[in-house]
């Protein structure tokens, strides 16, 4: 039943039936061969009618990677996992699904392989829950492809998904600015007193959000003229202090009269239809809404065509939400609830049982599937598909339909582009959030491990909502949090109506203090970060990866709550409530190590492999250089590009040699793909109390500005030899 | 407003207004001589018409221990608690109140003093929240007894606690046996089941529960005879194979005309009432109940003959649970729903509108503050209250009730008594669980932190549901959370309606084996647990306690999940997904460390102080003896008492010199009290490669029955000589 084509080398696909075209594959696959294939290596298979099952007895050390924004630990063992996009607002431990689908794992054991299952409606991955010695992937289709990698290195697995699937994406260089967004800020003078108050409190800061509020009823692509009576000009005066504003898009298209995007919607059809062809209604922020039908490319185009109204005043990035499509309710549900409450008053006599047949009929009302059966897609080629059968590919959709126009409306800009929905394909023109998290300490732990898995799908550029959605969150939890955000390329704290305020001035004067320090450290680390970024996309391997993809050992599979940022600093974050240190595990190598505060305090103390404990007062973040590679850091900015980077400190153990290759373009265009890049290549070799340096610079379009270099370079006993080099 | 009495050399009453008397204390105040007392040592006080306000502003480096069942971490800086005593099932960090109130914390830093507030209904606890060095206690009345400990030793503080409260609850020693619980096996056949299944696994086992469904129709004191036909044989039956049964009992008697117990209640208006004087009516298992009036010793004593239906049987033991009291609905608020409803109906005319009022309505149905203010309660001296300003207490007196006529009821004979709301003065007559978490790696965390917190109120007695209560559990949790409960003075696996089945059987062979070693350990465990346990309550020092508690340092007081479990042992459990191992922080003194699997495996490794990453397989528990203090083992059998204690194994690193004193007694009645309890000295002295033994044997109404011990004693180096001697 499944016939099987070699893709490359380690790569093969097994085909089931006639899978739907998802886009997540970039490679043409209308010319590869197939032969028939009764089996799939490693596993075994189970069909029925409905539903094909693959088995695979695990060994009693392997080890489950991938599966991206799922919960639980990073090691996918001993959990079910159901991918079926949801808007779910409490992510609590026992949860299956979130907002995004990503069927890839990484088997790594006595065998070890990779497995992408293209397949854009629900999948269950049950990893050693149900018997802990084995994988049951249940997939509700006979119609899918199921890509094989077989090989023993899990960097080279990834290398192949993203050949098979593409890139990562690549923002702005400004998109690893400080962010801060709040649902909501609710009027220009909120938004404006925000960007004041960090520039006053010389706080760093990229980006603010308007989040729902904004939009005139909730109506996409309009704006409030009362509360936002000069959003323009309010994003201009922004822009002039370095700070960029990006609204918030959500798909559903309010239901009224006269609103252009409704009646153009309406008269060319490009909302999605229940099964009497009419255009499907549900309910979401606007009250009763269309669902644009983003699987039609005309749909897409003319979706896209609405961005421009944002463009046009000079934004340049945008926040798809609530794609899944989130649905409150539907009609027909609340229809149903009402029959169930007239039912509940006469059929039940008794109290209680009314009761319950209302509490459960209101339970089911939002997100239902039944809903998510009831509505269509009209294809390119005519054909209607029942959306339950492509349902997680809606942010997919979605975010193409904004990522293709904004290559017209902003010519080669790179956009600050995110979607809470995903499916494989969208990390290559976009990234996504964790989505709606909570002010836990234990939502710490799911935003570091969540780092590793979704950068092993190619969203590199992720982060959680720092000091958490919703929730209250003490001053603590926020200091922390906006420590482990220095290490989230997507680095902005967000909260939720009703939460108690979370920018770093709402708590007392020390916090406030630390909480300065801290992004003044982000924006310390930008040349590296962004170094090591461009990098990472360009060698096809994880921006941040778990210390286990980069030493082999048994206990470096146990580490979760450390990890690789780029190939230089491990950081071991303090996830946890009052704790004034943590427990460090050292992998292999010698360690410099960095309990930073501030980019100017930077002492360091080498460290032998091993375990430690690591003492960090509330200031301080654990950080590793790792021996022979090197960090490098810069005078903290107010925002990205606020000056050039003319000077480079570069900090490490060097005990032979290392090689750094600082990379740098212009941090806006896409003119690094023709060349429009420079490298400064830095190489440190140790000579007995001393070391050698020599830069070599790369750079034929004048890309990097620095012109002065300061070497920090410590040697195995903790003495640093400090040389400034002019360049 | 205040004024203030002596109570002992360490403590002092400060008393506003005219305080409730709750029964938390145990001293007679009749006779202490006040004087005013402006103010209160260490706190700021601000009043207002309803509330007492006390304001700390604590050091950086300060600890905050107690406030007993509450969630969050060990040192309570950092969160908001609400004592309030509340049945939520879903214990997500960011929970204020669960099921028990203890106003009790203790403040460990440059001034260390113990606080006890002793009053029936709201308090806040703000520990460093809202701002991260202020505590802000509210109590919600100018009504209130504050009782402070002026001490610098936690243990002291703890001590005068005792003093002033009351000793802890001792069980019968089979209650330290291992305990089977499901809501619910249906029948007696299933009870049988379970038992037989044990015994023919060869799976220890002493007590097996019956949840709700034993009931008919959930009225309480009754029994399902369709189901449990003959409960008493049920119960005799077991107990010939040493299996204890125990019955839930819940307050809320259903209304039945006919009904003994609701009859009887009605007639004498033993019932809570409402504001016009009628029987108050309110929801739970059965639909309309009545709640007893417990804090009425006449209604105590009537609700605790209705036990007698089980002690008949040859019942030792009873579970209270729902004495919040839990509240499903009751017919006013859900009259206020139906209103809603049709208010929603008529006027609200935008679909979205209707739905959030209905929304808005039922979540507020269950353990509604209005309902709670809207009962009351009739004193012995007659007057009327209101059940609000008494919540906290109706646990601890429907528990009251209990174990007073348990005294009558079963005489002379200590019964396994638990309550699931509780406040201070419950632990001198029973203990408490904690409550309906989930099966969450974090609860186990939760359960960890609890041990120490809830020891610190005295609840010695306490456990969590083994494997999670709600939700469905892995293999691998059931496994490590079987292990952590060997460590769980009250050891229960228990799981909710319509979760998967976690019995050490429901799962794979290796499963079954590791759990069933798992138990027997525990059994290993009992001479050990058993003296240990008595010696703490004699000496008024909790059973388990945080290294802090033991060892002085800085360190100490950030780790949260190491506990001392007896003066000699250092539990460590694994408490998280996949892990092969964890960090183990040893302080101050070497240790010898038992990775154990079963009794009969005991090979010992001995460390020095110091941060050691511990590797611990599925099948181990990293456990640690305290250099110079032994661990008394014993062979494992089936249930408490199926055999004599004859041989004991003692096991120690010991340098100098160790002491233990080995305690045993009848384990059923209170003879103990009477001098009916016997000694072993067991007194062990280093000697170069050798050491010398002396037993002296205490025991003039033979209580001891071991005549055989072997002695496992190791040295620095590791290496143990071993000798057996005959008493």
């Given amino acids: 039943?499944?016939?099987?084509?070699?893709?490359?080398?380690?790569?093969?696909?097994?085909?089931?039936?006639?899978?739907?075209?998802?886009?997540?594959?970039?490679?043409?696959?209308?010319?590869?061969?197939?032969?028939?294939?009764?089996?799939?290596?490693?596993?075994?298979?189970?069909?029925?009618?409905?539903?094909?099952?693959?088995?695979?007895?695990?060994?009693?050390?392997?080890?489950?990677?991938?599966?991206?924004?799922?919960?639980?630990?990073?090691?996918?063992?001993?959990?079910?996992?159901?991918?079926?996009?949801?808007?779910?607002?409490?992510?609590?431990?026992?949860?299956?699904a979130l907002y995004g689908s990503h069927p890839f794992m990484i088997l790594d054991g006595e065998k070890s392989f990779g497995l992408f299952i293209d397949y854009p409606?629900?999948?269950?991955?049950?990893?050693?829950?149900?018997?802990?010695?084995?994988?049951?992937?249940?997939?509700?289709?006979?119609?899918?492809?199921?890509?094989?990698?077989?090989?023993?290195?899990?960097?080279?697995?990834?290398?192949?998904?993203?050949?098979?699937?593409?890139?990562?994406?690549?923002?702005?260089?400004?998109?690893?600015?400080?962010?801060?967004?709040?649902?909501?800020?609710?009027?220009?003078?909120?938004?404006?007193?925000?960007?004041?108050?960090?520039?006053e409190l010389d706080i760093p800061l990229d980006v603010i959000y308007t989040d729902i509020d904004y939009m005139d009823g909730y109506k996409v692509f309009t704006i409030n003229r009362e509360t936002f009576p000069n959003y323009e000009g309010m994003v201009k005066d922004l822009a002039q202090k370095g700070i960029k504003v990006i609204p918030i898009i959500d798909p559903g298209v309010k239901?009224?009269?006269?609103?252009?995007?409704?009646?153009?919607?309406?008269?060319?059809?490009?909302?999605?239809?229940?099964?009497?062809?009419?255009?499907?209604?549900?309910?979401v922020w606007p009250g009763l809404t269309h669902f644009p039908d983003f699987l039609n490319s005309d749909v897409r185009k003319w979706w896209g065509r609405q961005y421009k109204i944002f463009t046009d005043m000079g934004i340049k990035g945008v926040w798809n939400d609530m794609n899944e499509p989130s649905i409150f309710y539907t009609p027909t549900r609340v229809q149903k609830l009402f029959e169930s409450l007239e039912k509940a008053k006469v059929e039940?006599?008794?109290?209680?049982?009314?009761?319950?047949?209302?509490?459960?009929?209101?339970?089911?009302?939002?997100?239902?599937?039944?809903?998510?059966?009831?509505?269509?897609?009209?294809?390119?080629?005519?054909?209607?598909?029942?959306?339950?059968?492509?349902?997680?590919?809606?942010?997919?959709?979605?975010?193409?339909?904004?990522?293709?126009?904004?290559?017209?409306?902003?010519?080669?800009?790179?956009?600050?582009?995110?979607?809470?929905?995903?499916?494989?394909?969208?990390?290559?023109?976009?990234?996504?959030?964790?989505?709606?998290?909570?002010?836990?300490?234990?939502?710490?732990?799911?935003?570091?491990?969540?780092?590793?898995?979704?950068?092993?799908?190619?969203?590199?550029?992720?982060?959680?909502?720092?000091?958490?959605?919703?929730?209250?969150?003490?001053?603590?939890?926020?200091?922390?949090?906006?420590?482990?955000?220095?290490?989230?390329?997507?680095?902005?704290?967000?909260?939720?109506?009703?939460?108690?305020?979370?920018?770093?001035?709402?708590?007392?004067?020390?916090?406030?203090?630390?909480?300065?320090?801290?992004?003044?450290?982000?924006?310390a680390l930008l040349p590296y970060t962004y170094s090591e970024y461009m990098n990472s996309v360009k060698e096809s391997e994880p921006f941040i990866k778990p210390l286990s993809f980069v030493f082999d050992g048994k206990k470096e599979?146990?580490?979760?709550?450390?990890?690789?940022?780029?190939?230089?600093?491990?950081?071991?974050?303090?996830?946890?409530?009052?704790?004034?240190?943590?427990?460090?595990?050292?992998?292999?190598?010698k360690w410099l190590n960095w309990t930073a505060t501030k980019f100017e305090e930077r002492n360091m103390t080498v460290y032998k492999p091993g375990d430690y404990y690591i003492e960090a007062e509330l200031s301080q973040i654990p950080l590793f250089i790792k021996e022979n590679n090197l960090l490098v850091l810069t005078e903290p900015m107010n925002y990205v590009g606020e000056k050039e980077i003319t000077e480079l400190w570069i900090v490490g153990l060097v005990t032979s040699q290392a090689v750094y290759t600082y990379y740098d373009d212009d941090g806006l265009t896409y003119n690094f793909a023709k060349g429009e890049f420079g490298h400064l290549k830095i190489e440190i070799l140790k000579e007995s109390n001393d070391f050698k340096v020599q830069v070599e610079k790369e750079d034929p379009k004048n890309m990097i500005k620095v012109n002065k270099i300061h070497f920090e370079i410590y040697d195995e006993s903790g003495n640093v030899v400090k040389k400034d080099m002019i360049i």
Same sequence: chains 1, 2.
């Avoid at 298979?45 to 630990?73: C, F, R």
């Avoid at 593409?166 to 404006?192: C, L, N, T």
């Avoid at 919607?265 to 062809?277: E, L, Q, T």
């Fill in 121 to 199: 409606s629900e999948i269950i991955f049950d990893i050693g829950f149900t018997h802990k010695d084995y994988i049951k992937i249940t997939i509700f289709s006979k119609d899918l492809d199921i890509y094989l990698f077989e090989c023993d290195e899990k960097l080279t697995i990834i290398k192949e998904y993203f050949a098979l699937t593409g890139k990562p994406y690549i923002p702005p260089k400004w998109a690893f600015g400080f962010q801060q967004s709040r649902w909501s800020y609710f009027s220009e003078e909120e938004v404006r007193y925000v960007a004041n108050k960090y520039r």
């Fill in 557 to 589: 599979k146990d580490i979760e709550d450390q990890f690789m940022y780029g190939n230089s600093l491990m950081v071991a974050p303090v996830h946890e409530q009052n704790k004034k240190g943590r427990y460090v595990y050292l992998p292999d190598v």
């Fill in 348 to 523: 039940e006599n008794e109290l209680g049982q009314k009761l319950s047949l209302i509490q459960e009929a209101i339970k089911n009302i939002p997100n239902n599937r039944e809903d998510y059966k009831s509505f269509y897609h009209k294809l390119d080629d005519g054909t209607l598909i029942n959306h339950d059968l492509v349902h997680n590919l809606y942010g997919l959709k979605m975010t193409e339909a904004a990522s293709e126009a904004l290559k017209t409306l902003l010519p080669n800009e790179r956009p600050l582009l995110l979607s809470r929905s995903s499916y494989p394909g969208l990390h290559r023109m976009a990234s996504i959030w964790m989505g709606d998290n909570m002010s836990w300490w234990e939502h710490m732990l799911v935003n570091i491990r969540l780092l590793q898995s979704l950068n092993m799908m190619g969203f590199f550029y992720t982060g959680a909502d720092i000091g958490g959605f919703g929730g209250d969150a003490s001053p603590e939890l926020v200091i922390r949090w906006m420590q482990l955000g220095v290490f989230n390329p997507f680095y902005r704290n967000h909260a939720a109506l009703n939460t108690r305020p979370q920018e770093p001035w709402q708590f007392d004067e020390e916090s406030l203090n630390i909480m300065r320090d801290t992004v003044r450290l982000r924006y």
């Fill in 255 to 283: 239901i009224e009269e006269g609103y252009h995007v409704y009646e153009e919607g309406k008269m060319n059809k490009y909302f999605c239809v229940d099964k009497n062809r009419e255009d499907f209604v549900a309910a």
């Fill in 1 to 96: 039943m499944f016939k099987k084509a070699q893709i490359s080398a380690q790569t093969h696909l097994y085909r089931s039936g006639e899978p739907f075209k998802t886009g997540a594959v970039i490679l043409d696959l209308s010319k590869v061969n197939f032969q028939d294939s009764p089996r799939i290596p490693y596993f075994e298979i189970e069909t029925n009618d409905k539903e094909t099952n693959l088995i695979y007895k695990m060994q009693k050390d392997d080890v489950v990677y991938g599966l991206g924004e799922t919960l639980g630990a990073l090691n996918k063992r001993g959990k079910i996992y159901q991918f079926y996009a949801t808007d779910d607002p409490l992510h609590t431990p026992d949860k299956k």
